[in-house]
């Protein structure tokens, strides 16, 4: 059994057809060097006129995923529900290994996307509609109607040679893939999509390798169709397979290093309603939110055995300026949290090393809960004294800041436990129930296209993502395949 027929068979047992497929930031989301790009494989001219119909109606779809076929399992649910029981087993042998689709838009009902010629020519009683060599089945009348005038809104220009949209529709309509816009992502993510701009869209291809899903791709803040330029070496659609899961803390659930802080945070900060009272209550100007916004910083998620929070916060960053710049501002959060009834207290080990550590407690209507706090760490020159500050937890004493290699070019490395996020009801949105089940998930991001201008600026509109995760069941075992 190859790894793409594991793929298929985890889709169609955990029911990941009726669910939205993998995508990743948030997720972060995230997040290889195995694979050859699709430049350098010429594809068919059959091919070359799937990925052309797949890029003509991507604009009509909100996410679209890629799986290999199995005839020797059962058809896919959502095969039944679009063809029936009989002409969807028949149907699914003829399949073969051949690739097929399932299609999402903002219907929320999934479209089944086939071959025309895998089709017999009596479809009687089937809500389908037919574009360039792909049929698409809805769930009813309804829904095919609303198809055909998605599909007439969308502009019929073709993607450039070497356009990222290309690329990306090239590897649909060969391999394991998915393709996604911010409508999906908003779906899937739920109240993290804000933390997962810089991912809104994306192409990612797909690898499952015995029990570890592999993926590699791009991303970006906008639609992939105006991405106008490329790298030197042309769009990164490519999965390794030959990574080892980092390890990190055993308490963590969650971490994240990250090489700016807007890479999470970019889109609250640029939010008038975040902006005013940042500014009106707590000092925090356009020049301070800007220096903010190009820290680098490491923040983690732990879990708490005992206490009144499941979880607490940490968050450590050599903030410009050091501890002097950021006095006012401090000072003006505490102000704020004693007019709202937060305590202040000390520690209890009160020695020289933790005397400068700021806590607040909650005591109100009988409570006695540590809520959060800050201070500041001095490290061994030349490196940079870093805020470590807690959220429903004590500020960590030690560092566990992480600055990302320059020579790596990472912006953004992200470990997670999702199976013990969920566990303990710290992962809401609808995610796939793939990323729920596993025990870890590894997700590193770095620009795709990198100039003086972009990096003195901080902006940058593509990266690079490449990640993995362990299931928490193992599937079968078996040789490296897309």
């Not at 091919?47 to 890029?55: N, P």
């Not at 393709?179 to 192409?203: E, R, V, Y």
């Not at 030959?242 to 807007?262: C, I």
């Not at 201008?453 to 079968?476: M, N, P, V």
Request: glycine residues 8%; charged residues 20%.
């Amino acid at each position: 059994m190859t790894a793409a027929d594991s793929l298929l068979k985890i889709s169609t047992y955990r029911s990941i057809v009726q669910s939205l497929p993998i995508t990743s930031l948030g997720l972060g989301a995230v997040l290889l060097s195995g694979l050859i790009g699709v430049l350098l494989n010429q594809p068919s001219r059959k091919d070359d006129g799937i990925h052309a119909s797949l890029s003509r109606v991507s604009g009509a779809f909100s996410l679209i995923q890629s799986f290999h076929g199995d005839s020797k399992r059962p058809a896919p649910q959502l095969w039944n529900q679009r063809l029936g029981l009989v002409r969807a087993a028949n149907l699914w042998k003829r399949q073969g290994r051949s690739i097929w689709w399932q299609g999402w838009s903002d219907d929320g009902d999934a479209y089944l996307i086939l071959q025309d010629q895998l089709l017999p020519t009596d479809t009687k009683n089937l809500r389908k509609h037919q574009v360039l060599g792909l049929t698409f089945l809805g769930s009813d009348e309804l829904h095919r109607q609303q198809l055909i005038q998605r599909l007439q809104r969308q502009p019929e220009r073709p993607a450039q040679p070497t356009s990222l949209q290309r690329r990306c529709m090239q590897r649909l309509a060969n391999a394991p893939a998915v393709f996604w816009t911010s409508d999906a992502l908003a779906a899937i993510s739920g109240t993290t999509a804000s933390l997962l701009q810089q991912g809104s869209h994306g192409c990612l291809a797909l690898r499952l390798t015995g029990d570890t899903l592999h993926w590699g791709g791009v991303v970006g803040d906008r639609s992939i169709a105006l991405a106008a330029s490329q790298p030197k070496q042309g769009w990164n659609l490519a999965v390794h397979d030959r990574q080892k899961p980092e390890n990190f803390d055993q308490d963590s659930l969650l971490e994240v290093h990250g090489a700016r802080v807007d890479l999470i945070l970019g889109t609250l900060l640029s939010r008038q309603i975040i902006q005013q009272p940042l500014e009106s209550q707590y000092g925090v100007n356009q020049s301070i939110r800007s220096r903010l916004a190009l820290s680098p910083f490491s923040l983690r998620l732990q879990q708490q055995a005992k206490g009144s929070y499941r979880a607490g916060l940490q968050f450590q960053a050599p903030l410009p300026g050091g501890a002097s710049a950021w006095v006012s501002v401090l000072d003006r959060v505490s102000n704020h949290l004693e007019e709202r009834g937060f305590q202040r207290f000390k520690p209890a080990e009160d020695n020289a090393k933790k005397a400068d550590a700021v806590i607040w407690k909650d005591k109100r209507e009988g409570q006695n809960k540590i809520v959060g706090g800050w201070r500041w760490l001095l490290q061994p020159h030349p490196n940079p004294t870093l805020l470590s500050a807690g959220l429903a937890s004590l500020p960590d004493t030690k560092p566990f800041y992480q600055a990302l290699p320059a020579s790596t070019l990472s912006a953004l490395k992200l470990n997670a436990r999702p199976r013990n996020l969920v566990s303990l009801g710290l992962m809401n949105g609808s995610w796939p129930a793939l990323l729920k089940q596993a025990d870890f998930v590894q997700v590193q991001i770095k620009p795709a296209i990198t100039s003086p201008h972009l990096k003195a600026s901080g902006q940058q509109t593509w990266w690079e993502i490449s990640g993995q995760l362990g299931l928490s069941s193992a599937a079968d075992s078996s040789e490296d395949s897309d």
